[in-house]
């Protein structure tokens, strides 16, 4: 079966580094969603005179949130189609809550639920002290805002955030990242991804 691993969690938890150690260990395409549309979204932001930098506001709910995330769907769904293992690095909250938004997934990649693992690794942080201290520490423009607005922020995030979709729980695994990721860490989680 296919490999679709979903990396969740919020700012600062270490999705990105989770997901790359395990990236090692299998081949899949590797799609952050940062990465997918950071550049147009600054760009469109900057030239609507907001900060480029800025993930939090209502102009960017609005107006760009959504077509950051259903751009690196529809990448996904292409990979998928193409036989690929995916990785897939986002909070994805609202994604997460909807029941159908996976089964659109692997439908519109010509598959069904025999042809496609789904994974859901919810990378957490049970300290919030030493998740502010990861957001300082990765120096990023865009984690300005929760670093100004920390008290706000801590308050609207969900930490182990809602799973509706249509997956056994044995396929959901929250994982706390704090401390060191040793090799047993990651080996663990590989084994939980391989695990039909």
Same mark, same amino acid.
Request: with cysteine; hydrophobic share 40%; charged share 35%.
């Given at each position: 079966?296919?490999?679709?691993?979903?990396?969740?969690?919020?700012?600062?938890?270490?999705?990105?580094?989770?997901?790359?150690?395990?990236?090692?260990?299998?081949?899949?395409?590797?799609?952050?969603?940062?990465?997918?549309?950071?550049?147009?979204?600054?760009?469109?932001?900057?030239?609507?005179?907001?900060?480029?930098?800025?993930?939090?506001?209502?102009?960017?709910?609005?107006?760009?949130?959504?077509?950051?995330?259903?751009?690196?769907?529809?990448?996904?769904?292409?990979?998928?189609?193409?036989?690929?293992?995916?990785?897939?690095?986002?909070?994805?909250?609202?994604?997460?809550?909807?029941?159908?938004?996976?089964?659109?997934?692997?439908?519109?990649?010509?598959?069904?639920?025999? /042809?496609?693992?789904?994974?859901? $690794?919810? !990378?957490?942080?049970?300290?919030? =002290? &030493?998740?502010? *201290?990861?957001?300082? +520490?990765?120096?990023?423009?865009?984690?300005?805002?929760?670093?100004?607005?920390?008290?706000?922020?801590?308050?609207?995030?969900?930490?182990?955030?809602?799973?509706?979709? /249509?997956?056994?729980?044995?396929? $959901?695994? !929250?994982?706390?990242?704090?401390? =060191? &990721?040793?090799? *047993?860490?990651?080996? +663990?989680?590989?084994?939980?991804?391989?695990?039909?």
């Amino acid at each position: 079966m296919q490999k679709l691993v979903f990396f969740v969690g919020v700012a600062g938890t270490g999705k990105t580094t989770v997901a790359k150690k395990l990236a090692v260990r299998m081949p899949a395409a590797f799609l952050d969603r940062d990465t997918v549309g950071g550049r147009f979204v600054e760009k469109f932001l900057e030239s609507n005179g907001h900060d480029p930098n800025d993930r939090d506001s209502s102009f960017y709910k609005e107006n760009l949130r959504d077509l950051e995330y259903d751009t690196t769907k529809d990448i996904c769904i292409e990979n998928l189609n193409a036989g690929q293992n995916v990785f897939m690095i986002s909070p994805f909250t609202a994604e997460l809550k909807n029941r159908e938004w996976i089964e659109e997934v692997i439908t519109s990649a010509g598959l069904t639920k025999k /042809d496609v693992d789904v994974k859901v $690794i919810v !990378v957490a942080l049970q300290d919030m =002290d &030493l998740q502010k *201290e990861r957001i300082i +520490d990765r120096r990023t423009e865009r984690d300005q805002w929760k670093l100004d607005h920390w008290d706000d922020f801590k308050k609207r995030v969900e930490f182990v955030p809602e799973v509706n979709w /249509d997956i056994p729980q044995a396929s $959901i695994k !929250v994982f706390d990242n704090s401390g =060191d &990721l040793t090799e *047993e860490k990651v080996e +663990d989680l590989y084994q939980f991804i391989v695990r039909e």
